[in-house]
């Protein structure tokens, strides 16, 4: 997988955000779709309603919130595939709309991604590398 970042809705248009992706649930709160300049918009993949609400940008439940949402975008492959694809080709950029730079479903969404990738490239390496054999000797104490 290529180049994902993150990056707030509000933030100025640049040619290195490459493919911009909306994925929080709702519309951003004074933003025309013109001014957005998405690419695509994924609402389905943003946390669902009653997480969202949950969490509620507590910092404090972020650890929770990330072990949670993980567990919601396991189901969503078909979006997250798309995404992969995406990044294959050029920079991906996440946005969102929240205040929080560091606690929000775009940074939950980026690590999700980038678990992933070290998860399969590790299983691609064990299974090229073949399995692993060899016996145990007992040592002699001298």
């Known amino acids: ?10 933030e100025p248009v640049t040619k290195s955000d490459g493919f911009r992706v909306l994925v929080d649930r709702l519309w951003p709160r004074g933003l025309s779709k ?3 300049k998405l690419d695509l918009w994924l609402p389905d993949l943003g946390p669902s309603t009653v997480l969202r609400q949950w969490f509620n940008h507590d ?3 972020w650890v929770e919130f990330l072990h949670r949402y993980h567990a919601e975008l396991k189901e969503k492959t ?3 595939t798309a995404i992969k694809e995406q990044a ?3 920079p991906v950029t996440l946005l969102y709309s929240a205040k929080d730079e560091h ?3 775009a940074v939950a969404l980026q690590s999700f991604l980038i678990q992933q990738t070290a998860t399969r490239k590790l299983i691609t390496q064990t ?3 073949g399995p692993v054999v060899g016996a145990r000797r007992k040592m002699k104490a001298k």
Do not use: D
């Not at 997988?1 to 509000?10: A, F, S, T």
């Open 1 to 10: 997988m290529g180049k994902v970042l993150v990056k707030r809705v509000y």
């Open 34 to 36: 013109s001014e957005a």
């Open 59 to 61: 910092p404090t439940r």
């Open 78 to 80: 078909a979006f997250l």
């Open 88 to 90: 294959k080709t050029s």
């Open 103 to 105: 606690h929000n479903q």
């Open 127 to 129: 299974k090229k590398a």
